[in-house]
């Protein structure tokens, strides 16, 4: 699929973010039109599947369409819906297939009605030539490189009345200084890097998110600042492998250096990070953790499988003993640290001895929490071609003697806590009972206490009363 770039208006800036700006004007100008043909103003929402990075993404775009002047809606009964895509694995295809034949019948109601595609699945290119055959009544697709030009495709949109697509390979190229909305006041997510250079057999996140690309430091740092001049108190780092963030940079700066940069941020009480790589995490990293006041003592540390055979037709670099060595140095540099995981379950090949190797991993890490994926067949990827795909009743055996165990050692891990005092965020009133507010320990884990809800953004210290399993129930310790 090749980039379109028609000439909507010669009057455009060339230079980002300026040109953007131009288009959210003229857009903006636009709705104001349907706004008064319609005697009511215009609703988006925004749907998001899959990832934080998506979920980051999504804050972007909705950025742009409150500056726009759309209203933004929770519910999908807007005049814009954007779905936000994820393709990592199959179901989260079909989930979205199934919601366009709902929205097909909005859409002939209201000739209002907008609908965009974006994110991940659209990069691919079957995935569009789908849409443009059998969902005609689709108005605009975009990848995952261009979701900052969402205003200026709206645009070419609201001009031309036909299906806008642009979508691009890949890109090297981003924008900074562009609205961004946050979806809580205290916490906010920060991109460090985009993409991912490790092409994994079975992971087709390579291929629709394109090579590894790090922010400059100054950028990141200036956005973090501005972010804790508006209030909030604990970011959270993303990139695909933050691990290898700044090896590309004109001059070069590891992940572990952009910590301590952040650290110094005054106001910024607690940073965390996601995803680290095994083969990159650095003895730098691990020393700066173990001294930081702010970093929270968490690492998640996606292993997918145990065995050495099967990880070496992952691709992933490491050996069943490589991961567990660094996991002891972890463990024994920082204490109180707690891990969390990603696992596989049925890798082509994954023989019942692959399969026990992974058991022996969970079993010897002991992970304060996992996420479990059923491998999933993706077009493109190496691993899609490999013969011997495991049955699916043998996946499913295997999925649920592996939940067993990961639950089992959570709940014990979980247990260990109960009656400490520690640090807590607290983030939300509580959904089920009023009187209760929410907030998150360094480790992630929620606890319920009761309190006033005027304490959200703030870190208070809470008495962990009793363990309910994967949350607590507290009360606020006197300090
Ligand atoms: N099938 C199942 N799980 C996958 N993941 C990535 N690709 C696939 C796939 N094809 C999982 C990995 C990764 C997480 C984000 O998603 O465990 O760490
Ligand atoms: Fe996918 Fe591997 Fe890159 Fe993670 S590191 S995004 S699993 S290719």
């Given at each position: 699929m090749k980039e379109i770039s028609v000439e909507?208006?010669?009057?455009?800036?060339?230079k980002e973010p300026e040109r953007q700006f131009f288009f959210m004007e003229k857009c903006k100008e636009e709705l104001k039109k349907q706004e008064t043909e319609l005697g009511r103003k215009l609703t988006a929402n925004v749907t998001t599947f899959g990832c934080q990075m998506n979920a980051r993404d999504s804050e972007k775009i909705v950025g742009i369409l409150e500056t726009i002047g759309y209203e933004m809606v929770e519910e999908e009964d807007a005049d814009f819906i954007i779905y936000n895509t994820c393709?990592?694995?199959e179901n989260a295809n079909l989930k979205v297939y199934g919601r366009l034949g709902q929205l097909k019948k909005k859409k002939q109601k209201n000739p209002y009605m907008r609908l965009a595609l974006c994110g991940c699945m659209m990069q691919e290119d079957v995935v569009v030539e789908k849409i443009r055959k059998s969902y005609r009544f689709v108005d605009l697709i975009f990848g995952t490189h261009n979701i900052y030009k969402v205003a200026e495709l709206l645009y070419q949109r609201m001009m031309t009345d036909r299906m806008v697509i642009d979508i691009w390979k890949d890109t090297d190229k981003i924008v900074e200084d562009l609205p961004s909305e946050r979806k809580f006041s205290f916490k906010a997510g920060v991109n460090v890097m985009y993409g991912c250079n490790n092409f994994c057999t079975y992971c087709i996140v390579p291929y629709v998110r394109g090579r590894e690309r790090s922010r400059e430091p100054k950028d990141i740092i200036r956005e973090i600042e501005k972010l804790v001049a508006d209030g909030v108190v604990e970011i959270m780092l993303l990139g695909q492998n933050v691990n290898s963030y700044g090896k590309n940079l004109e001059h070069p700066v590891s992940f572990a250096q952009l910590l301590q940069e952040i650290e110094k941020i005054e106001g910024l009480k607690r940073i965390r990070f996601m995803t680290s790589h095994p083969k990159d995490l650095s003895d730098e990293l691990i020393e700066v953790m173990k001294h930081?006041?702010?970093?929270?003592?968490h690492l998640h540390l996606?292993?997918?499988?145990?065995?050495t055979r099967l990880l070496k037709e992952m691709n992933r670099r490491y050996t069943k003993e490589d991961y567990l060595a660094l996991v002891d140095k972890v463990k024994k540099e920082i204490p109180d640290i707690s891990l969390t995981t990603d696992i596989m379950v049925?890798?082509?090949?994954?023989t019942e001895e692959d399969f026990l190797e992974t058991m022996d991993v969970v079993k010897k890490v002991r992970y304060d929490a996992a996420y479990t994926f059923i491998y999933s067949k993706r077009t493109g990827t190496p691993a899609a071609v490999m013969e011997n795909q495991v049955p699916e009743d043998v996946v499913k055996e295997r999925f649920q003697r592996l939940l067993d165990e990961i639950q089992k050692i959570s709940a014990e891990l979980t247990k260990e806590d109960e009656g400490t005092i520690q640090e807590v965020l607290v983030e939300d009133e509580d959904s089920q009972d009023t009187q209760l507010i929410t907030g998150r320990l360094s480790n992630n884990l929620l606890v319920h206490f009761k309190g006033d809800k005027s304490l959200i953004g703030q870190l208070v210290k809470v008495k962990l009363v009793e363990c309910k399993g994967f949350y607590y129930l507290g009360e606020l310790a006197e300090d």
């Open positions: 909507i208006d010669q009057n455009a800036p060339v393709t990592v694995r930081s006041k702010k970093i929270c003592k996606p292993v997918q499988a145990g065995s049925g890798f082509p090949g994954e």
